[in-house]
């Protein structure tokens, strides 16, 4: 039997094709909660809807959020820290079956979330993109530069003064009627 406990977050992103209001509207209905709950859950930053859901569960409450056009992410608690933290949480505040428009208003998660696979996130403000494993040693290129030379610094150049040619004389040629 899988033990695995799973969280549910959300980002406020939208399904393709669904609309932004639409999907307000189904959350609305769907948690039963008032427009500000809403749209505080659009805020882009990853709240918590459900913790620690079995796998089953989760799944349902995952089908129920993309019915309403929304994109939800499961997140898989480890099973050591699961087992250490259901010890001393003898009482849970619900049941994980309760059903999923409890008012409860979403709370932020403490540690960073990434999509399913894994593959995208975001870091603090100021850290390295490249890992020390994806970086390229830098070598640095010889090149002689001993034949080149600057010129003294001197004035600005200044425009060129002298008058512009006189126009063509075009006192020969005419117009002939056609």
Partial sequence: MDNSLYDIYFRGG??????MDTVKANLARLFKADD??????????????????????????????????????LREKAALATASAS???????SSPS?????????????????????SWDIAPV???????????????????????TLAPPSPMPTLNTTEPPPPPNTDHIS????
């Fill in 175 to 178: 117009v002939a009627e056609a």
């Fill in 36 to 73: 500000a709950k809403i749209t505080a859950m659009f805020s882009g930053r990853a709240i918590v809807l459900k913790k620690d859901l079995e796998k089953d569960t989760a799944l349902k409450y995952q089908a129920a959020m993309e019915n309403a056009g929304a994109k939800v992410i």
């Fill in 87 to 93: 010890a001393p949480a003898a009482v849970p505040s």
């Fill in 98 to 118: 309760s059903n999923p428009s409890s008012n409860k208003a979403p709370t932020q998660p403490q540690e960073p979330v990434s999509e399913q696979d894994g």
């Fill in 14 to 19: 939208i399904a393709p094709g669904q609309d």
């Fill in 126 to 148: 100021g850290s390295d993109v490249l890992t020390d494993a994806e970086r390229q040693p830098v070598t640095q290129a010889d090149i002689d530069t001993s034949a080149f």
